[in-house]
Nanobody, 117 residues
Framework: QVQLVESGGGLVQPGGSLRLSCAAS????????MGWYRQAPGKQRDLVAR???????NYADSVKGRFTISRDNAKNTVYLQMNSLKPEDTAVYYC???????????WGQGTQVTVSS
């Protein structure tokens, strides 16, 4: 079965950096668009960044210029490099896979990112 396993979350001071990873298994990774979403307490889950099978990327306005999404199809892994972190980036970050044919979606279990001094 499809599994998405996130890692790399934690506590970081404002202005710091973190790199999230999402390792996929049980799927043909290269034919899935991949994304990172986040959900803060009491708020809805929102798209942070997305990368297509062709490598095109898009970002939420709030993270443009600070976050970078990338993928390594050889390792079945998608990354989110987060720089210049702000307290408002605090949330649970979820990895998402979106099928290109049937548009099925899979989610990881989430990883907590806390930005605080």
């Amino acid at each position: 079965q499809v599994q998405l396993v996130e890692s790399g979350g934690g506590l970081v001071q404002p202005g710091g950096s973190l790199r999230l990873s999402c390792a996929a298994s049980g799927m043909r990774f290269s034919i899935y668009h991949m994304g990172w979403y986040r959900q803060a307490p009491g708020k809805q889950r929102d798209l942070v960044a997305r990368i297509t099978t062709a490598g095109s990327t898009n970002y939420a306005d709030s993270v443009k210029g600070r976050f970078t999404i990338s993928r390594d199809n050889a390792k079945n892994t998608v990354y989110l490099q987060m720089n210049s972190l702000k307290p408002e980036d605090t949330a649970v970050y979820y990895c998402n896979a979106e099928g290109t044919i049937y548009r099925e979606r899979y989610w990881g279990q989430g990883t907590q990112v806390t930005v605080s001094s």
